[in-house]
Nanobody
Framework: EVQLVESGGDLVQAGGSLRLSCAAS????????IGWFRQVPGKEREGVSC???????YYSDSVKGRFTISIDNAKNTVYLQMNGLKSEDAGVYYC????????????????????????WGKGTLVNVSS
C-alpha cells in the first residue's frame, strides 16, 4: 500500500530554519512526481516544491531561494529544507505524489494541478512566531 508520512513540523522563530521529511513506502520514485504542498490559513492550497525522478525540480516564486527539495533514494525519503522562514510560511505542509513520466508534469502538477496528485500524506504543521 502506498503511504506518505510527513514529519519535522515545529514552532520556529521568523528567520529560522526547519527541515521536513516525507517517508514514502509502497513505491519507488522512478517515474513519479513528488513534492510539497501547503495549506496556509486564508489562502488556497499551493504547490511549494516538487521533483521528478530525473532530479528536475520546481519551486514556487514565494519560496525560491529559501527552500530546497531533495531526495534520498536509499531511504526513499523526500526532504524540504526551509530557510529564512517567514510568518506567511506557517501552515500545514503535505507531501504528495503521482505517476509522472514527462518533465513538464512536475511544473504542471505542482503549480496548477495539485488535485491530480494521487497520494497524499496527512500533513505536518509548521508554525512561525515573531
Amino acid at each position: 500500500e502506498v503511504q506518505l508520512v510527513e514529519s519535522g513540523g515545529d514552532l520556529v522563530q521568523a528567520g529560522g530554519s526547519l527541515r521536513l521529511s516525507c517517508a514514502a513506502s509502497g513505491f519507488t520514485f522512478d517515474n513519479y512526481v513528488i513534492g510539497w504542498f501547503r495549506q496556509v490559513p486564508g489562502k488556497e492550497r499551493e504547490g511549494v516544491s516538487c521533483m521528478k525522478s530525473d532530479d528536475y525540480t520546481y519551486y514556487s516564486d514565494s519560496v525560491k531561494g529559501r527552500f530546497t527539495i531533495s531526495i534520498d533514494n536509499a531511504k526513499n525519503t523526500v526532504y524540504l529544507q526551509m530557510n529564512g522562514l517567514k510568518s506567511e510560511d506557517a501552515g500545514v505542509y503535505y507531501c504528495a505524489a503521482r505517476v509522472g513520466s514527462a518533465r513538464y508534469e512536475t511544473n504542471w502538477y505542482c503549480a496548477l494541478y495539485s488535485y491530480a496528485m494521487e497520494y497524499w500524506g496527512k500533513g505536518t504543521l509548521v508554525n512561525v512566531s515573531s
